[in-house]
């Protein structure tokens, strides 16, 4: 019996020991054994959850690249744009090159016509006398120019009304009114004479020119030799032919191939390449009085 115990006893150490070895193992390990099963588990949760949260975060990335593809493309649209309320602007609308960089309030460009009187105190500077003529002395030298080079075509030039003052137009007016009576005006309706403060002649910026050998001031002019030439060159001095015959409803004046004007090289060249008036230039850069509206002088 004693022997039975002993083996008993030594079995039960034996499986102590083991035990108490097995169990200080499987400690030691567990971690180890555990942390990996853990980790691949996480992935494989974060695998599956990844490509659902990653959708959502990709369709707002779109959304959010569209919002500045339309902020950035007004952004070139007004650099090219010009403003439709600068001479630029207004000249593109009617199909016109851009118009020269001026001061339209210089005196080259004073408008004088029935809806935009100069008054009665407006005077040249000078006034020069060429030919017989008085004339702003700003303008004596290019209209010795022009009519230099004109004869130099073997055409003879005689100038045949420079400035006249508003006194003198006061009584050229008054003459034609008793004569037209009630008002001066003809069978068309339009002015004989321009009321005082009207005529561009005021200005001394303007001078009829005619032919020596044809007077007479009508449209037939135009079929002369000079004024065919002058008409084409007068631009190169500065001149322009001021009531072109297609111009008569915005001018307001009859065809006068005669009547030139000094507006300046650079604006004459405008003014006469591209088929246009003193009228619609000036209104590229400011109002000006109409029948509508007239302005005040
Ligand atoms: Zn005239």
Known sequence: MKIVRFFRTLLGLILLAGFVYLSYHSYQASPKLLEPANWTRRGEVQETAAPQQPEPAVTPEPQAEATPEPSAEPTPTPEPTVDPDSPAGRAAALGLPAPP???????????????????????????????????????????????????????????????????????????????????????????IVLPPGTSEHQT??????????????????????????????????????????????????????????YVGEEVAKYIMENGICLEEFVSLYREIGTAEHPLEP
């Open 101 to 191: 960089d001026i001061d339209i309030n210089s005196w080259e460009f004073v408008l004088a016509n029935e809806y935009n009187p100069i008054g009665e105190d407006y005077a040249p500077q000078g006034p020069s006398v060429l030919e017989g003529q008085p004339l702003d002395e700003r303008i004596i030298e290019p209209m010795r120019a022009m009519v230099a080079d004109t004869r130099a075509q073997n055409l003879s030039v005689f100038l045949s009304s420079g400035y006249r003052s508003y006194s003198d137009q006061l009584a050229n007016f008054n003459r034609k009114v008793a004569q037209y009576p009630p008002d001066g005006k003809d069978s068309a309706g339009r002015w």
């Open 204 to 261: 001394g910026l303007a001078c009829d020119i005619t032919d020596v050998y044809y007077e007479l001031k009508d449209r037939s002019l135009a079929e002369t030799a000079m004024y065919k030439y002058m008409s084409q060159h007068c631009q190169d001095f500065g001149f322009i032919v001021r009531y072109p015959a297609d111009k008569e409803e915005v001018t307001g004046v009859m065809y006068e191939p005669w009547h030139f004007r």
